[in-house]
């Protein structure tokens, strides 16, 4: 249960600043530098939302009690300043390796072609890092732990349900065991395959072998079995002389064959009461054990294997809102009558309380309100959860995704268009399994006279510029620089007004 709470850093180094030199006395030169890392630092908490792009040539700089005010229109942004700030930063600040980013470089479409894989891009991109001949080997030892593939390893844990939608729950100390002999049907049907065979035949075995017995204890008690060849005796049931005889003329009996070498006659009334009691009873059997078999082979659970799922969940950016997506198709031509599709989260949390919830499950909209969970889904489609104030997603950054634990189950519902059952689909994924900052790849294409689907790039995705910060720090953002634009755009009526004398 403990694996789903949210992970402590392991090392608060790892997220924080390397070791530093031993303090030297202040000096001029160093008080200036001092007041220039001061305004970078102003600066990089402004720019906190921007991924790491490349560092561009430096064109300004904000300094501290003189914020920067930023405008906005479409992809385009701009920064006034005082007309008497220096154009760039010492030269020791620039050796510090200090890096200055646009504010518009979240608008700028940057699709890279050779960036086409699953999750091995940000794999690869972690790996091509290469560690400075003169870093620490702290350092070094940190960007290592860092990797994704190390943080993948200490992270195995037991999954709430498996990628084929298998629930990983075992039911134990039953009292009322007896509940499951009220449901018979429904207990035999959920029997695994070989069970359920061995049920099927123990049924007629244990039947015939029964109603031999019974044979055999009639013709022993009416004297047939010592009379056998006695033309003036006259027997209940002819050519019963044993326990072998009396199961072939129970199984001749109860399948109706009659090869007329043995039966039942008219000298006795239990004879042939038996006989109708054997009839009556593999007439239920059959109907039972055949109408099992028939709901086995064609449960909706065989249909529901020809649903599928991305191995991965992405998140990016969609219409300026952070979305977390992830793909369903089908694999049918027979299409799933009014299919819906739901989302749970299962993640353990402690109450103000005290009060220790495992595995806590809440919901995710994934278009409820709109219809969007209602699909039609005759081709591959991309489910989106916009991750507003109301999703649990929404003060989830980059960074703290790391350190989170928890699992999103996808449960997928239709009708089957063939049998009129209902099927559901069920897959899940962790954090590991949920890439930042990618898309799933098109899969589409238009052919002559129809519209193709190419399967083969159903796990695709690519890599696009994302902001790093969680929904709520972009929200927030967003609401600064509309009050400085509406700042700005008053400061400006109000210069631009024409004096009255």
């Known amino acids: 249960m403990l694996a789903y709470l949210p992970r402590p850093p392991t090392d608060t180094s790892q997220y924080g600043t390397f070791p530093q030199e031993p303090e030297l006395p202040a000096t001029p030169g160093t008080l200036a530098q001092d007041s220039w890392q001061q305004a970078s630092t102003t600066a990089a908490k402004r720019s906190a ?176 079995v010592w009379h056998q060849g006695d033309p003036t005796w006259q027997p209940c049931i002819e050519n019963v002389d044993g326990f072998i005889s009396a199961l072939l003329f129970s199984v001749e009996s109860q399948r109706t064959i009659g090869y007329g070498s043995r039966m039942v006659t008219a000298n006795c009334a239990e004879g042939v009461i038996l006989l109708m009691a054997q009839s009556i009873v593999g007439s239920m059997i059959d109907a039972l054990m055949v109408g099992c078999m028939f709901v086995k082979i064609s449960r909706p659970k065989k249909r529901a294997q020809t649903l599928i799922f991305s191995k991965n969940c992405v998140i ?10 992830f793909r369903v198709g089908d694999l049918r031509d027979s299409h799933m009558v009014d299919a819906k599709i739901r989302a749970k989260l299962i993640k353990s949390r402690q109450t103000a309380e005290g009060e220790f919830i495992p595995l806590e499950q809440s919901e995710l909209n994934l278009g409820y309100d709109t219809g969007e969970d209602r699909l039609f889904l005759v081709e591959p489609q991309i489910i989106c959860h916009v991750i507003d104030c109301r999703s649990p997603f929404w003060d989830m950054s980059a960074e703290s995704l790391r350190r989170e634990q928890f699992e999103i189950i996808i449960i997928l519902e239709g009708i089957v268009e063939a049998t009129g059952m209902t099927c559901q689909a069920r897959t899940s994924y962790t954090e590991d399994e949920i890439l930042w900052g990618y898309r799933f790849e098109p899969c589409m294409s238009l052919e002559k006279g129809a519209f193709r689907v190419d399967y ?46």
């Open 456 to 501: 083969s790039r159903f796990e695709l995705t690519f890599e696009v510029q994302t902001p790093v910060a969680s929904a709520k720090e972009l929200h927030e953002l967003r609401e600064l620089e509309q009050q400085e634009h509406s700042t700005l755009s008053l400061y400006w009526d109000h210069l631009l007004q024409p004096c009255v004398p």
């Open 316 to 325: 990016s950016r969609r219409d300026e809102k952070l979305c977390l997506m």
């Open 49 to 224: 939302q921007m991924p790491n792009y490349p560092s561009l040539p430096c064109r300004g700089i904000i300094v501290p009690n003189e914020p920067s005010l930023l405008l906005s229109h479409g992809s385009v942004a701009t920064q006034y300043r005082p007309g008497n700030l220096p154009r760039c930063p010492p030269p020791a600040l620039q050796d510090t390796g200090t890096h200055w980013y646009p504010l518009h470089a979240l608008s700028v479409p940057n699709i890279p072609s050779s960036a086409r894989g699953r999750t091995s891009a940000r794999s690869s991109a972690a790996a091509a890092v290469p560690a400075p001949e003169g870093l620490p080997s702290r350092c070094r030892k940190l960007l290592e732990e860092d990797s994704p593939a190390v943080q993948a390893g200490k992270r195995q844990r037991q999954r709430y349900v498996t990628k084929v939608g298998k629930c990983q729950v075992n039911l134990g100390n039953i009292q009322e065991k007896k509940r499951f002999l009220s449901d018979i049907f429904t207990t035999i049907v959920d029997l695994k395959y070989r069970w359920f065979l061995f049920v099927f035949m123990m049924c007629y075995i244990v039947t015939w072998v029964v109603f031999g017995t019974i044979y055999l204890f009639d013709a022993w008690v009416r004297g047939d």
